[in-house]
């Protein structure tokens, strides 16, 4: 039994990592995007 609860203690915290990755790369994935706006807008105006 605490062998269970552990294993699910450790997927919970995996998760937990992989969220923080995950909404680290969309920061990312927006601020290039917002550069790449201001980027075509300068050279359309």
């Known amino acids: ?3 269970q609860a552990q ?3 450790q997927l ?4 937990k990592a992989t ?3 995950q ?3 969309q ?3 927006n601020l ?3 550069v790449t ?3 075509q807008s300068r050279s359309i105006g």
């Open 32 to 34: 290039g995007q917002a």
């Open 7 to 9: 294993a699910l203690i």
């Open 27 to 29: 920061r990312w994935a």
């Open 1 to 3: 039994m605490a062998e």
């Open 19 to 21: 969220v923080a990755q």
């Open 37 to 39: 706006n201001r980027w």
């Open 12 to 15: 919970r915290q995996t998760l």
């Open 23 to 25: 909404q680290e790369l």
